[in-house]
């Protein structure tokens, strides 16, 4: 079946780090993927997201490739900030259906000062 | 603002009281989906629906669980007979049906605690 693995957190940082986030999967056939994000006491919101092997999805200074060879979709941001302090939630929808999406387990982001 | 709507927002119950959760899309959406999450989880797909037809449902869903949507526009979710086990927070999403896949919009959730 379809799964999705992401690295565990809580992933600390200082204002303006370096942020990746891994996220792997397993599929059958050519599944979209995607990356949502959760705030505290909101409901999860679609961050960005990539259709098609080589596909780049960006959104907020937030960035992922779909990389077919190696099944990831890693999330990437150059300099991250305190607001982007929330969960981040891998997934994946694979097509032929109801696309409904599977989701990885969430990697808590904490952004300090 | 019109986005997902979920009620109440928290949820303490005993054990062996039922439940009821209700679930408001945006208005144009004709897709309605329910997910559980617990804690250091993502959601898991419970259920779907295409207006008010439930197309889908999880193995998850026992048969303590039920779903409606009578009207193709709210939907309610009821678990009946609660366990200590349901405890969880139970997200509502809207979409948009289409060939390929559309963006899930998601409420606040409603998070259930059964002593």
């Known amino acids: 079946g379809n799964s999705v693995t992401q690295m565990e957190g809580p992933v600390t940082l200082s204002e303006e780090a370096f942020l990746t986030i891994n996220c792997t999967y397993t599929a059958t056939g050519y599944p979209s993927l995607f990356w949502y994000v959760q705030y505290p006491g909101e409901g999860l919101q679609l961050l960005l997201k990539?259709?098609?092997?080589?596909d780049k999805g960006s959104n907020k200074g937030f960035e992922a490739t779909y990389r077919k060879e190696t099944t990831s979709f890693h999330l990437e941001k150059g300099s991250v900030q305190v607001s982007d302090s929330a969960v981040y939630f891998c997934?994946?929808?694979?097509?032929?259906?109801?696309?409904?999406?599977?989701f990885g387990r969430g990697t808590s982001l904490i952004v300090h000062p | 603002d019109t986005g997902v709507s979920q009620n109440p927002r928290h949820k303490i119950t005993k054990r062996g009281q039922n439940v009821t959760f209700r679930c408001d899309p945006i208005?144009?959406?004709?897709?309605l989906y329910w997910y559980r999450q617990t804690l250091g989880q993502g959601p898991e797909f419970l259920t779907y629906?295409?207006?008010?037809?439930?197309?889908?449902k999880s193995r998850l869903l026992s048969d303590r669980f039920s779903a409606e949507r009578p009207k193709g526009s709210f939907s309610t979710l009821e678990i009946q007979r609660t366990e200590q086990g349901d405890s969880a927070m139970y997200l509502c999403?809207?979409?948009?049906?289409?060939?390929?896949?559309?963006?899930?919009?998601f409420g606040p959730g409603t998070r259930l605690t059964v002593l």
């Open positions: 990539a259709t098609k092997a080589d």
């Open positions: 629906f295409q207006n008010e037809a439930q197309l889908e």
């Open positions: 208005s144009e959406h004709n897709r």
């Open positions: 999403a809207s979409s948009l049906r289409s060939d390929s896949y559309n963006e899930q919009f």
């Open positions: 997934a994946l929808a694979a097509s032929g259906g109801s696309y409904i999406p599977t």
